[in-house]
């Protein structure tokens, strides 16, 4: 396995990689798979990210290409994921509805959250896998393969992105955290590294959370020991990162965290510097900085935008979570445009079965009522 330096970006093989920059942590910092590596029936193809509590590969099942996520050799890493995966396996089958199998005959939106797969190619209890990889236990999730740029990749190509585009995937990202807003739990842990962007045939962007972050309420994040370490500071807002413990959370730190997203998707630059930084630089520029994030951009002052950038990053008064973030940009830009999406396989082929069995039951009721019809003219 290699070693990779989530700063300086390096991958280094042998254990001795040089660095220009003095204190550079590559040679201690995440393990990282390579390609040919096999995960039990997964074969790894490529490193797709990583993060700070586990690396997304895109690997082979077969003939089938899918999204791996690892976790990172703590417990805090492990545990992080067996939640995440019972969250997704709980978003993606929310509970029995009457008329939920019709959806599968449907175009349906596109989702906001990768579709999670079983850990397996046999039916298993749990959500995630785990199994021993050189000696190492390894727990792990696998997804539906999906398209697109990384936000942070699409914001490198394309610094200051056009303000509708900004807003829209703000709005969405909004409607992806929802389900964790709604019960007051927070990520944490949103990054652009998180969001895959793809663009549909009508040039709109349609961005895909791939991490559910933490998934504390309150008070439990004290049960995760060492939960500074797996948060990236430059996204955190700044009552989490004064140095005194932190007793509790609530949703407003995500709608910081969504709030410099958009920041940075207007301004073409993030609001902290965080590449080649130490996380204590990061942590003192946060705390020191009383002024709010220059966006320069006056074309938006009049609509209310820059106002809204400013409250998401408020230290007070900011929204209570991301949903109330999203419903004021919704407000001004309106929702995404509905993407014009194709209907699945079998919704086509229920097309005609649905026909035929509409005119075998009008042909059913009018034989009927030809029966009937002599019968009640004759009672007359």
């Known amino acids: 396995m290699n070693r990779f330096c989530d700063r300086c970006q390096r991958t280094n093989v042998d254990g001795n990689l040089w660095c220009p920059e003095v204190d550079c942590p590559a040679e201690e910092r995440f393990p990282v798979l390579v390609y040919g590596d096999f995960l039990g029936d997964l074969k790894i193809t490529k490193v797709m990210r990583v993060w700070r509590t586990a690396a997304l590969y895109e690997a082979l099942r077969g003939e089938q290409k899918v ?80 398209e697109g740029k990384f936000l942070s990749d699409l914001m490198l190509e394309n610094p200051q992105m056009w303000h509708y585009d900004a807003a829209w995937i703000t709005i ?93 998707m207007l301004a073409g630059k993030p609001g902290w510097e965080h590449d080649l930084r130490r996380d204590d630089q990061i942590r003192s520029a946060v705390l020191q900085y009383r002024g709010t994030l220059p966006v320069d951009r006056p074309e938006l002052e009049k609509a209310g935008v820059i106002k809204a950038v400013d409250r998401a990053v408020a230290p007070t008064s900011r929204y209570n979570n991301v949903v109330e973030l999203g419903s004021a940009l919704a407000a001004i830009y309106g929702y995404p445009p509905r993407e014009k999406r194709p209907w699945p396989t079998k919704g086509l082929l229920a097309i005609p079965l649905v026909i035929i069995l509409s005119l075998i039951s009008i042909g059913v009721v009018a034989y009927f009522l030809i029966q009937l019809l002599p019968r009640l003219l004759g009672t007359h």
């Open 172 to 264: 969405a990202l909004s409607d992806a955290l929802r389900p964790m807003a709604v019960q007051n739990r927070c990520h944490l842990c949103l990054t652009p590294d998180m969001v895959l962007v793809d663009v549909d045939p009508e040039g709109h962007p349609r961005p895909m959370l791939l991490d559910l972050g933490l998934i504390v309420a309150g008070e439990e994040i004290q049960s995760i020991y060492d939960w500074p370490r797996m948060v990236e500071p430059a996204y955190t807002p700044p009552e989490l990162l004064s140095g005194t413990r932190v007793k509790a959370v609530a949703p407003a730190a995500d709608a910081y965290a969504l709030g410099m997203l958009y920041f940075e």
């Open 67 to 146: 999204m791996v996520k690892v976790a990172h050799q703590s417990e805090d890493s492990e545990e992080r994921l067996k939640r995440e995966a019972a969250a997704f396996q709980s978003f993606q089958h929310p509970g029995w509805s009457p008329f939920g199998w019709l959806h599968s005959f449907t175009p349906g939106e596109r989702p906001l959250l990768p579709e999670l797969l079983p850990p397996y190619p046999v039916p298993a209890k749990r959500p995630y896998g785990e199994i021993s990889f050189r000696g190492h236990t390894k727990f792990y999730s696998v997804f539906k393969l999906v």
